[in-house]
């Protein structure tokens, strides 16, 4: 077996998610290290910039700790794949599909999966009132993570307001009806399921702050539910992550509705800071961070675990 020795890790770039995706690559680039490979990061303001740094880089594989659009959303897979780069997560397509929040939902309900009722909205369209006369709904863009320009609204003022403010980052709107329920989240390492994480935010909702603010936000790991609410769970988000065709992990995040899983939606890259819920995960299943890190780089490569230093 060939011996990994240089890593690239991608990271910072030009997303709304630029400075947690600096934390992420920080902490992917020193958990490297420590198991003895050479790690080269690379950090870039533009897709022309990248694609000059990538042209010259001599390196086994790319770590892809990229967040947001351009990162998230497959345009980077297809210039890897062009370049003949392994990298780590899912492909172009994969990736595409899970930022595109109404793809992958048509695609979850296809396949049986529980989805909350949405409507979609570009600035052309008039707000259809019968769908809004319950409160309170979600407002969010249809192509962001990390819940950058989410709202949740209690009354018609506040409706116009978010869906206002979830336009500065996308042309189409999704709007929809709030699901009560547990909120958690399933991680997937080697296309299996980790050990449930519910999370609870000390704001009315998991926002951006809430996300990446040390202090703001309850895990409980594994959560406390039924076994048979734990497999649900769990099959839900395997299911939600082979429909999208999702390669080697993933975080997919669902709300338990009574006894039944609600899939929000899939995350290709996920975080991998402090705060972060797939580690969270991985250290709950006995995997500690630079272990998970270099499975997700053997997945890449399809080959064996094994660290750089022999």
Same mark, same amino acid.
């Given at each position: 077996?060939?011996?990994?020795?240089?890593?690239?890790?991608?990271?910072?770039?030009? &997303?709304?998610?630029?400075?947690? &995706?600096?934390?992420?690559?920080?902490?992917?680039?020193?958990?490297?290290?420590?198991?003895?490979?050479?790690?080269?990061?690379?950090?870039?303001?533009?897709?022309?910039? +990248?694609?000059?740094?990538?042209?010259?880089?001599?390196?086994?594989?790319?770590?892809?700790?990229?967040?947001?659009?351009?990162?998230?959303?497959?345009? !980077?897979?297809?210039?890897?794949?062009?370049?003949? $780069?392994? #990298?780590?997560?899912?492909?172009?397509?994969?990736?595409?599909?899970?930022?595109?929040?109404?793809?992958?939902?048509?695609?979850?309900?296809?396949?049986?999966?529980?989805?909350?009722?949405?409507?979609?909205? %570009?600035? %052309?369209?008039?707000?259809?009132?019968?769908?809004?006369?319950?409160?309170?709904?979600?407002?969010?863009?249809?192509?962001?993570?990390? &819940?950058? @320009? +989410?709202? $949740? !609204?209690?009354?018609?003022?506040?409706?116009?307001?978010?869906?206002? #403010?979830?336009?500065?980052?996308?042309?189409?709107?999704?709007?929809?009806?709030?699901?009560?329920?547990?909120? $958690?989240?399933?991680?997937?390492?080697?296309?299996?399921?980790?050990?449930?994480?519910?999370?609870?935010?000390?704001?009315?909702? #998991?926002?951006?702050?809430?996300?990446?603010?040390?202090?703001?936000?309850?895990?409980?790991?594994?959560?406390?539910?039924?076994?048979?609410?734990?497999?649900?769970?769990?099959?839900?988000?395997?299911?939600?992550?082979?429909?999208?065709?999702?390669? @080697?992990?993933?975080?997919?995040?669902?709300?338990?509705?009574?006894?039944?899983?609600?899939?929000?939606?899939? %995350?290709?890259?996920?975080?991998?800071?402090?705060?972060?819920?797939?580690?969270?995960?991985?250290?709950?299943?006995?995997?500690?961070?630079?272990? +998970?890190?270099?499975?997700?780089?053997?997945?890449?490569?399809?080959?064996?675990?094994?660290?750089?230093?022999?």
């Amino acid at each position: 077996m060939k011996q990994l020795r240089r890593i690239g890790i991608l990271m910072g770039g030009f &997303s709304s998610e630029r400075e947690i &995706s600096l934390k992420s690559g920080t902490a992917v680039a020193a958990a490297l290290r420590s198991s003895g490979y050479e790690v080269e990061t690379v950090d870039f303001h533009s897709r022309e910039e +990248l694609r000059a740094k990538l042209e010259h880089i001599a390196v086994d594989c790319i770590f892809n700790a990229l967040h947001g659009r351009f990162g998230e959303d497959g345009e !980077v897979q297809q210039m890897l794949d062009a370049l003949r $780069i392994p #990298y780590t997560g899912s492909g172009a397509e994969a990736s595409r599909l899970a930022m595109d929040k109404v793809a992958s939902r048509r695609i979850f309900q296809s396949r049986g999966l529980r989805v909350p009722e949405y409507q979609l909205f %570009n600035k %052309n369209m008039v707000m259809d009132q019968m769908f809004f006369s319950a409160f309170p709904l979600v407002v969010k863009p249809a192509h962001e993570g990390s &819940s950058i @320009g +989410l709202s $949740i !609204v209690h009354d018609a003022l506040s409706l116009l307001w978010a869906v206002e #403010y979830a336009f500065r980052f996308d042309p189409v709107v999704m709007v929809e009806k709030y699901v009560r329920g547990r909120e $958690i989240t399933v991680g997937i390492i080697d296309d299996k399921p980790l050990p449930v994480v519910e999370v609870i935010p000390k704001k009315p909702f #998991y926002d951006f702050q809430a996300k990446y603010t040390a202090g703001m936000t309850e895990y409980r790991v594994p959560a406390d539910f039924s076994a048979e609410i734990t497999e649900k769970a769990q099959a839900a988000a395997v299911q939600a992550h082979r429909a999208l065709k999702c390669r @080697g992990f993933s975080r997919v995040d669902i709300i338990i509705d009574g006894r039944d899983p609600v899939v929000l939606e899939v %995350n290709t890259i996920p975080g991998m800071t402090a705060t972060s819920l797939l580690p969270k995960a991985a250290a709950a299943d006995g995997i500690g961070f630079p272990e +998970l890190c270099l499975k997700m780089v053997a997945a890449a490569l399809r080959e064996p675990l094994s660290a750089a230093v022999a």
